[in-house]
């Protein structure tokens, strides 16, 4: 009970830093620099020119190419641990494995290869930069030449080492644009998972939950801990306006929705 108790308190924390955060960085640096990098959960829009090889149109010269708008959202940071709780037994891993997990959406009308159509690298927070490894469907012996159809949406991964040496902070996504490259960065932080809440649930994480409705103006009552009817009745329109069923269960995917700095205050 204790363990829950301290994990459960350590979640709430974590989310009312990374609401901190966002708050802060918006005030700051253009979305998208080191000063204000993407956050998980955060969409980047852009457009990948490439060439008739799929590969980026590095120079203005290259008159012949395909415009591609792009969105790329970071996931997940997958530590060390994920990959020893995983593979260690199968594969000669020596705890230095990382990962990012990452969804992109291929807006455009042409077919592309993202490991071939643009760049993912890794950056420490001094600056040193790593290439990783190449960008596949997997976190593991995944497909490196995985395909984006026009429309399609998939989830990929970029696998690198991650040591005390060498601790990548950003992830970096670069793209070409007007023969001329273009780079975002993205947080490397591995992301909370929230306990699920319904009707009959108590605790601090309903304490939380009814706060962040109360100041988003979809509860107007009191943080008790006590998840009941009016909760639920703010959850199931705070879903709604956040684009979700409207089912009254405050999970994992909601929770991570409501605490972010975007999320729409009721109207």
Same mark, same amino acid.
């Given at each position: 009970?204790?363990?829950?108790?301290?994990?459960?308190?350590?979640?709430?924390?974590?989310?009312?830093?990374?609401?901190?955060?966002?708050?802060?960085?918006?005030?700051?640096?253009?979305?998208?620099?080191?000063?204000?990098?993407?956050?998980?959960?955060?969409?980047?829009?852009?457009?990948?020119?490439?060439?008739?090889?799929?590969?980026?149109?590095?120079?203005?010269?290259?008159?012949?190419?395909?415009?591609?708008?792009?969105?790329?959202?970071?996931?997940?940071?997958?530590?060390?641990?994920?990959?020893?709780?995983?593979?260690?037994?199968?594969?000669?891993?020596?705890?230095?494995?990382?990962?990012?997990?990452?969804?992109?959406?291929?807006?455009?009308?042409?077919?592309?290869?993202?490991?071939?159509?643009?760049?993912?690298?890794?950056?420490?927070?001094?600056?040193?930069?790593?290439?990783?490894?190449?960008?596949?469907?997997?976190?593991?012996?995944?497909?490196?030449?995985?395909?984006?159809?026009?429309?399609?949406?998939?989830?990929?991964?970029?696998?690198?080492?991650?040591?005390?040496?060498?601790?990548?902070?950003?992830?970096? /996504?670069?793209?070409?644009?007007?023969?001329?490259?273009?780079?975002?960065?993205?947080?490397?932080?591995?992301?909370?998972?929230?306990?699920?809440?319904?009707?009959?649930?108590?605790?601090?994480?309903?304490?939380?939950?009814?706060?962040?409705?109360?100041?988003?103006?979809? /509860?107007?009552?009191?943080?008790?801990?006590?998840?009941?009817?009016?909760?639920?009745?703010?959850?199931?329109?705070?879903?709604?306006?956040?684009?979700?069923?409207?089912?009254?269960?405050?999970?994992?995917?909601?929770?991570?929705?409501?605490?972010?700095?975007?999320?729409?205050?009721?109207?």
């Amino acid at each position: 009970m204790l363990m829950k108790t301290m994990l459960r308190g350590a979640c709430l924390a974590l989310a009312l830093l990374l609401l901190a955060m966002s708050f802060a960085a918006a005030e700051g640096a253009p979305k998208g620099t080191r000063e204000n990098p993407y956050r998980l959960g955060d969409v980047c829009a852009f457009t990948a020119e490439v060439l008739a090889d799929g590969s980026p149109r590095r120079s203005a010269d290259e008159e012949e190419f395909t415009a591609v708008p792009m969105e790329m959202r970071l996931d997940n940071y997958l530590p060390p641990a994920y990959f020893a709780g995983r593979y260690r037994q199968g594969f000669k891993f020596d705890g230095t494995e990382a990962g990012a997990q990452v969804t992109m959406v291929n807006g455009g009308e042409a077919e592309i290869v993202p490991q071939d159509a643009f760049w993912l690298t890794l950056e420490t927070e001094d600056g040193a930069q790593a290439t990783g490894f190449q960008l596949m469907d997997a976190p593991l012996l995944g497909n490196y030449g995985v395909t984006l159809q026009p429309g399609e949406e998939k989830t990929l991964y970029k696998r690198f080492e991650q040591t005390p040496e060498a601790q990548a902070a950003y992830l970096v /996504l670069t793209w070409c644009e007007g023969g001329e490259k273009i780079s975002r960065y993205f947080l490397l932080e591995e992301r909370a998972i929230y306990p699920t809440l319904e009707n009959g649930s108590r605790g601090e994480d309903v304490t939380a939950l009814q706060a962040r409705l109360i100041e988003l103006g979809y /509860l107007d009552d009191d943080a008790d801990g006590i998840f009941g009817p009016n909760t639920e009745g703010a959850v199931r329109a705070a879903r709604e306006a956040a684009g979700l069923d409207d089912s009254g269960l405050a999970d994992d995917e909601f929770q991570f929705a409501l605490f972010r700095a975007d999320f729409p205050a009721a109207e």
